[in-house]
């Protein structure tokens, strides 16, 4: 079995099992509890946080743990806006849902009015028209991703900051994608919010953290006890800090040669296919190396018969992948970052997404599975 779909999910290392596996069965306490069995777990936590902060240039106390992107993007944006009763946010279409549908439901309920910066047919953003709209309206929370699950496409951040800088906007990205595989510098990129989710970067599900810098003071997102210093109510997910903390490190430490090593199979299934597949094309950015996530590629083939089929085709060979094509019908909404690209809705769209455990021989089985189905389809 291939699984090229690590955009979605990545397998768990086993360094990070390991690392986790003692906070399941030896170390059990609660992390608020005073005896020596919670402190033990307190402790714990608290080392975990100051891995994470550290990676990222940024004080232990500027880290909250989340049950994963999706809350930790809630909390940025939702307890921005309420904290300092901002009237207006400007993202793009291009956003991730956790990021999209958060700030629509906000617009929905009278909190802000929304607007989206403009992009070209590739998702590039148009930054003078951001500046443009932060020019013209109060001050504004921007929220826009590091990096586009879908494409790959790579936002530059950095130029976003300074743009927020220059309006007095609170600038939030939604690093998910970008967390493990890129280093993150917060004494650089002077961002008010950043987040990651462990699971992205071969650590466990239903865990990450938000970033958030300690000049903007928000309220807790989650009521309820007083962890997280009151600024997140629940029992930790202790095991799950653990392996996030212990994923984050060894992405970090084994970084370069991971990158390499995954642009090198990326730049491999470009070749491929283009050499196999007449009319094959990429979305966004994506075939771009200096524009687009090494770990992404997001594939445009030509119509045929068989597009309303390519995933189940490549299932049935044991591939994994995931795909969204632009919309075909009323009934089928399709990919909303490949409809807002206006991409032909009649051309079949697979995003292959690549990790550290994928091979060279995998890659050549899945071009060749591919091309071999649309060799089928009669001309
Ligand atoms: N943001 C982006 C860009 C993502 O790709 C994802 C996950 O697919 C999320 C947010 C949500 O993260 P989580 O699955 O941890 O809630």
New binding site residues.
């Given amino acids: 079995m291939v699984y090229l779909d690590n955009?979605?999910?990545t397998p768990l290392d086993k360094e990070v099992f390991d690392a986790m596996v003692p906070y399941m069965l030896e170390y059990f306490g609660n992390p608020s509890s005073i005896h020596a069995h919670g402190r033990q777990v307190r402790s714990a936590i608290e080392k975990s946080r100051k891995t994470i902060a550290t990676l990222i240039n940024v004080a232990p106390a500027e880290i909250f743990f989340t049950?994963?992107?999706?809350?930790a993007?809630n909390m940025a944006i939702c307890s921005t806006v309420r904290a300092l009763g901002l009237k207006h946010a400007v993202t793009s279409r291009l956003e991730?849902h956790?990021?999209l549908h958060t700030l629509e439901s906000l617009e929905k309920s009278g909190e802000i009015q929304l607007r989206y910066v403009a992009h070209d047919e590739r998702g590039n953003l148009d930054l003078n028209h951001l500046e443009e709209l932060l020019a013209t309206q109060e001050q504004t929370l921007v929220s826009i991703?590091h990096?586009?699950?879908e494409i790959g496409n790579l936002n530059d951040i950095q130029a976003i900051s300074e743009i927020c800088a220059k309006y007095n906007a609170i600038q939030h990205s939604?690093t998910?994608?970008t967390m493990g595989h890129y280093r993150h510098d917060l004494q650089k990129l002077k961002a008010h919010f950043i987040?990651g989710?462990a699971?992205?970067f071969h650590g466990p599900?239903g865990v990450?953290f938000i970033y958030t810098n300690g000049a903007v003071k928000i309220p807790p997102l989650i009521h309820g006890g007083s962890q997280e210093r009151n600024m997140r109510g629940g029992t930790e997910n202790v095991y799950g800090i653990i392996g996030l903390a212990k994923a984050l490190e060894i992405a970090y430490r084994d970084m370069d040669a991971h990158q390499q090593h995954i642009q090198n199979l990326k730049n491999r299934m470009i070749s491929r296919l283009t050499e196999q597949i007449p009319g094959v094309e990429f979305n966004g950015n994506s075939a771009m190396a200096d524009k687009s996530l090494y770990t992404v590629l997001n594939v445009s083939l030509p119509p045929s018969e068989i597009t309303e089929m390519l995933l189940f085709n490549l299932d049935i060979n044991k591939i994994s992948a995931s795909g969204g094509s632009a919309c075909t019908s009323g009934a089928n909404a399709g990919s909303h970052v490949l409809n807002a690209l206006n991409c032909d809705p009649d051309r079949g769209a697979i995003r292959f997404s690549f990790s550290k455990y994928n091979t060279p021989d995998e890659i050549d089985y899945v071009a060749e599975k591919l091309a071999g189905l649309y060799a089928k389809v009669p001309a």
């Fill in positions: 955009a979605a999910t049950s994963g992107g999706t809350e993007d991730h956790a990021v991703m990096a586009n699950n939604d998910v994608q987040v989710s699971h992205k599900k990450g």
